[in-house]
């Protein structure tokens, strides 16, 4: 017995060594291994054997069951792997073969610019506030302290749809509804579209947008006007932007002023962009004593500034934009660049 | 405003560049657009004198001339001119000069006989051929005086000067004028200032009275000043005149016209001369137009003149459009003996008006329309007057006639120097303050007892100067914006940040530009007959229409962003663009029932698409928005916007409220608009989906048991929705059902014809155990059952 289960051990082991698939491997186990198996005959024949004999050739038997088991492992997983190797090779590819982006869309422009506006305010702690478009003249002009017969009412200005209501000309209407339904502390920004009666060109359109900024407070003075508009003006440019400005008049306040920011593509040298070096970026000035009491906030005891700013002109300066229709055309080969 | 920089130095002391002043004066709130020197190029032009002009030997149209340049020895000019004689002075410009156009000067034979230079016409010599006559400027130009040979003509002809573009802001009227801004300079750089002089102007009345009258009929004129003299000659005006009229820009005619003109431009006050006989009456009467007036103005144009526009007339006829043109019926000539002076002040919106609607713009209304105060009228009568009398052009007669009804009033402001500096932000003495202050003319009395307290007096032309904060700006702009520190706001702090709805506008940004769709901006405009054309809207319907557009294609505020995503389309469709995924999201108006209300505004989201998309892409991104917005239990039934195509749009419910549409765009449109064969557009209305949207996340345990799913393949008749299967399926959820979904769609010969097969995976599951077979076939024998009864649908062999 102990002769045939080793001559079954040497038979084992001879015709594995040919093995070179896995249905082979298969058909080896089941040969030794399955229930008609040479080892399982073998191993029925056990009841035949004297009583000292059995446990030796038991244990035999044993040793050589583990060995086959043992060896079909190790050649099948060698024989996996040999296959993977093989599959592998037919999976070569070229790498440098472009990608496949995912399909995106793109913002406009003029968005992207609002929102990025829109991001340093709120952490300055504004809020934006919204207000219709078609506006009662009353709040476009006269709650704005603007002179009942100032040029900018006329026809030849304004879109007017009623004597009475007009397309706004500037988003400040939206800082009146503001202070009339909300007391001080204000801070606010409005962006949005104002309309103005200009034809079209390169640098003109009657639909245009705007934004325009509101502080109202105890104690707030022209320094702290002057302190937040140039954090904003480096928040949106750089670091190392600086920011001057100049005495100019608006009717909405007192003392006004307009503020220029150094160039940023040349940094104040003179360039292309800016010709002198200085970008004339928005107006600003103190809050008019009358804009206050018309909306009930006592100008003894509080004070604010205000401020505006056309975004298309940030927009086509920021990515030098040279015609103002691009923005309205939408052409995708223009969208697609921002 | 024009100014120059010579001209201003007539009054003010200047101790740097015109760089420099320019720079300062900018920074002190008189901003200078351009600074530009007069004739850049222009440099060794001289003064020739003709001596003698002989024809050339070898050419018929060439003339040989000798010609004194104030060298040792005449030069030789060739001219082909033919307006030069012996005698005359001219430009010349020699070897080594250049002119306007920047070419410098060489020696250049003509036949056989050398030029050394040549002579200049106006426009060669850099000047501005507008402001001069027909025959000054063809040909040579030729000095009215002789000049020393060898002057340079650039200093002559300009003085060597600067020119200033300077941006006048709304409220400063007083600054439409070289003296003005002189007082600017002179506060700006705190140097002194001297006033143009004056004629002592003696006491009204006189012998004038003997020719004139004047009486104002309209409150319009608040001030009406008049002069009369006696012409001695008329002649052009000194030459130191002509060029600072030409360096402004306005062309010399006669002596007594530039002078009013000098004025004008000096002190900001506008005058007129009348040729007194051609009034043909004794008097001046200012009033408002009559019915079926006209008038002939300078410029030999007849104007119709409407009732409310402010004429004067000799009492019976307008003789000029007051404060903005003189009528040709009383223009001052070369036959002028008696020179009537008008020197008034009118009503600003009147001017700007009449100018308007005539359609007549002068340097006169432009000063007018900005505001100009009474007591400037004297100021320049005495000053023209000075001028008339020194240049020799007449002789005044006495007195004056000055009817003024109301007088301008003296302003005081009281002000606190704290205030000052807490409002501004600074920390300066009150004496620093009256310095500024005083720098501009403005009078500060103060109080002994109140070291705090100013009164302070403007000076008549600063009528922009009414209130503390004005008295503030004053200070701060002489101070120096610049030097105000910046400083970050103290006081309440404030989170901000955006509202619900302005983060959900954000997040619908956020979707549609992560799914592919770009975004677009377009015009407010639209027009109701285009809207027709797109089938968008009724020619009857109520819309926001403007009272005065640019053009009738603008004349509508739009009610619907789709027209313009169209358009949009239409023009990358052109350009060959290919896969257009567009969207905006914009306001529409609309007309509002109620009177008393401003139209109504919406807040709308448009999405276009064309090539590699069809109705389920669009509609797939439709979903994926409510997705994102947590919005579920959305409907789509088919519409009847006639944009669509009838089979291929729906309009989109929320609970029963329609929010959007969405569709294929009609054959008809597209073949008619150019646009791709299939388009595909919708339109949501914002306030509806941010009203809907559920943003709120509450996390469902994960299921413990399994699920058990069944297919049925139905057949029904083609014209069944499948909305209405899955309707009918869901009512027979108990609990169990977890999820419906549509695989396959069949249309063809495997089954009957007129009827279609819709297989659908059903998905059940229990939270608290595992389906049996007979829990599900259960309720799929009542589903079955149900679908049969109401849908004759049957199950597909």
Known sequence: MHKQLNELRDAFHKSTEEIQTLKDLEAIRVQYLGKKGRLTIALKGMGKLSPEERPTVGKLANVIRGEIEKTIQEKKEWLEEKKIDLEIQNEKLDITLPGRMPERGHRHPLNLVMSDLEKIFIGMGFSIAEGPEIEWSEYNFDHLNMPAEHASRDLQETFYYTEDIVLRTQTSPVQIRVMENNRPPLRIISPGRVYRSDEVDATHSPVFHQMEGLVIDQNITMSDLKGTLSLFAQKLFGDTVKTRFRPHQFYFTEPSAEMDVSCFKCGGTGCRVCGSGWIELLGCGMVHPNVLRHCDIDPNVFSGFAFGMGLERVAMTKYEINDLRLLFENDKRFLEQF | MQVTFKWLKDYVEIDTTPEDLAERITMSGTCVETLEEVAPKVQGIVAGKIDTIEKHPEADKLWVCTVSVGKEKPITIITSATNVFADATVPVAVVGATIANGDTMTEVAFRGITSQGMFCSVEEMGLNTSLFSKEQIEGIYIFDEPLTPGTDIKSYMWGDDHILEVEITANRSDCQSIYGIAKEVSATLDTPICAPKLHPMGEAEGEIQNYLSVEIASKKCSRYHATMFRVKKIE???????????????????????????????????????????????????????????????????????????????????????????????????????????????????????????????????????????????????????????????????????????????????????????????????????????????????????????????????????????????????????????TIMGGTTLVGGKTRDQQLEELLTDVLIGSGYSETLTTSFTNLPHLVDLRLADEKDQVVQLLNPLGEDNSMMRNTLMAHQLEIIQTNYNHKNTRGRFFEIAMTYHHNDDPKGLPIEKERCVISAYDGIDFFGLKGLVERIFASLGIDGVEYKVGETALFHPYRNADIYIKDQCIGTLGEVHPIIVKNHRLPRRTYICELDCEMLYEAAQLEVRYIDLPRYPSSSRDIALVLDEGVPSGDVVKIIESHNNGMIESIDLFDVYVGDQIEKGKKSLAYSIVFRLPERTLTDEDIQGVMDSILKDLNEKLDAKLRD
């Open chain 2, 236 to 486: 052009p005006s000194p030459h130191w005149m002509q060029v600072r009229l030409l360096n402004a820009a306005v062309r010399p005619i006669n002596n007594i016209v530039d002078v009013t003109n000098f004025v004008m431009l000096e002190t900001g006050q506008p005058l007129h001369a009348f040729d007194y006989e051609s009034l043909k009456s004794k008097k001046i009467v200012v009033r408002e137009a009559g019915k079926d007036e006209t008038v002939v103005t300078l410029d030999n144009k007849e104007r119709a003149l409407k009732p409310d526009m402010l004429m004067i007339t000799n009492g019976t006829y307008p003789v000029a459009v007051a404060g903005i043109m003189g009528g040709a019926n009383s223009e001052i000539t070369k036959e002028t003996e008696l020179v009537l002076l008008e020197s008034a002040c009118f009503d600003k919106t009147s001017v700007r008006l009449t100018s308007q609607r005539l359609g007549l713009r002068s340097e006169s209304s432009s000063r007018f329309e900005k505001g100009l105060y009474p007591n400037l009228v004297e100021q320049a009568t005495a000053r023209a007057t000075e001028l008339l009398l020194s240049i020799g052009a007449c002789e005044l007669i006495d007195g004056y006639i000055d009817v003024y009804p109301e007088k301008q009033q003296p302003v005081s402001i009281e002000v606190s120097a704290q205030w000052i500096n807490d409002f501004i932000g600074i920390d300066i003495s009150r004496k620093e303050m009256i310095l500024y202050l005083k720098r501009l003319f403005i009078e500060v009395q103060t109080d002994p007892d109140n070291e705090d307290k100013m009164t302070v007096y403007p000076p008549d032309y600063r009528q922009d100067l009414e209130i503390r904060e004005d008295i503030a700006e004053e200070v701060a702009r002489l101070y120096g914006y610049n030097n105000i520190p910046n």
